[in-house]
C-alpha cells in the first residue's frame, strides 16, 4: 500500500486482537478451526481487499466509474460476509463427521443408519469448501474488473487478494478431496465440475498476480 494511502490510527496489536485468539485456537489441538475455516477466511480477506480498494476508487477523478466500483463493493461486501458464514459452516461439517463416525454399530439396522449418516455428512463436509471455490471465483472476477480502473496506490491489495483468492481455491481442493476420497464414485460425482473448475481459477489468480506486478512497474 502506498505511503500516501496509510493510515496512523493507532489499532490494537494483531496478537492481542481476536484474530490472535483465533490463531491460538487453530495452533491448539482441537478439531477445528482447521484447514477448512483457512480456506474460507482466506476467501474473506480476498473479498475484503477488493472492497478496500474498491472504497479508495471513488475520489472525484473515478467518477465516471463510480457505478461499475458501487457495484464491486456491494459484491465484494456480500462475498466477504458468505465466506465468513462458511468458515463456520465447516466448523459445524466437520463435527458432524465426527458425530457421524461415533453412532453404534453392534446391529444390522444401527450399522446401516450409521453409513447412511457417514455418507451424508461427508457430502455436506465437501460441499462447504465447493462453495468457498464459488466466492473465490467470484473474488477473483471482482479484483480483475477492478484492477483497470483501481487507485493506482492500493493496486498491490487487488494482487493480494487474488493470492488469497487462489489460496482460497487450493485449500478447499484439498479438503473436498479427503471427504470425496471417502466416498463411492458416484457420490464423488457431483464434485467433479468444481475440482476441474480450481485449476481455471489458479490460472486466472496467477494471471492477475502477474498483471499486478506488470502494472506496478510502469
Not at 457495484?71 to 465468513?84: K, T
Not at 465447516?90 to 457417514?118: C, M, N, Q, W
Not at 487450493?170 to 485449476?199: K, M, W
Request: net charge negative; aromatic share 2%.
Amino acid at each position: 500500500m502506498s505511503q500516501d494511502i496509510a493510515s496512523s490510527q493507532d489499532t490494537t496489536p494483531f496478537g492481542e486482537s481476536a484474530i490472535g485468539r483465533y490463531l491460538d485456537d487453530l495452533a491448539a489441538k482441537i478439531p477445528a478451526p482447521g484447514g477448512g475455516a483457512v480456506a474460507a477466511l482466506h476467501a474473506a480477506q480476498g473479498a475484503a481487499l477488493v472492497a478496500m480498494v474498491a472504497r479508495y476508487t471513488t475520489r472525484a477523478k473515478d467518477a465516471a466509474n463510480r457505478e461499475v466500483v458501487d457495484r464491486i463493493i456491494a459484491a465484494a461486501d456480500a462475498a466477504r460476509a458468505r465466506s465468513l458464514a462458511l468458515a463456520d459452516a465447516d466448523a459445524a461439517a466437520f463435527t458432524a463427521v465426527g458425530a457421524a463416525y461415533k453412532l453404534p454399530k453392534a446391529t444390522d439396522t444401527e450399522s446401516a443408519a450409521r453409513a447412511e449418516a457417514i455418507t451424508a455428512a461427508l457430502v455436506q463436509a465437501a460441499r462447504v469448501p465447493a462453495a468457498v471455490v464459488d466466492e473465490a471465483d467470484e473474488i477473483l472476477s471482482l479484483a480483475a474488473d477492478l484492477l483497470p480502473i483501481g487507485n493506482p496506490n492500493v493496486v498491490t491489495d487487488i494482487g493480494a487478494a487474488a493470492d488469497a483468492a487462489r489460496a482460497a481455491a487450493t485449500s478447499s481442493q484439498l479438503n473436498i478431496a479427503i471427504n470425496v476420497g471417502s466416498l463411492s464414485e458416484g457420490q464423488g460425482a457431483e464434485f467433479a465440475p468444481v475440482l476441474r473448475r480450481i485449476e481455471e481459477i489458479t490460472a486466472r489468480a496467477d494471471a492477475l498476480h502477474a498483471d499486478v506486478l506488470s502494472a506496478v512497474a510502469r
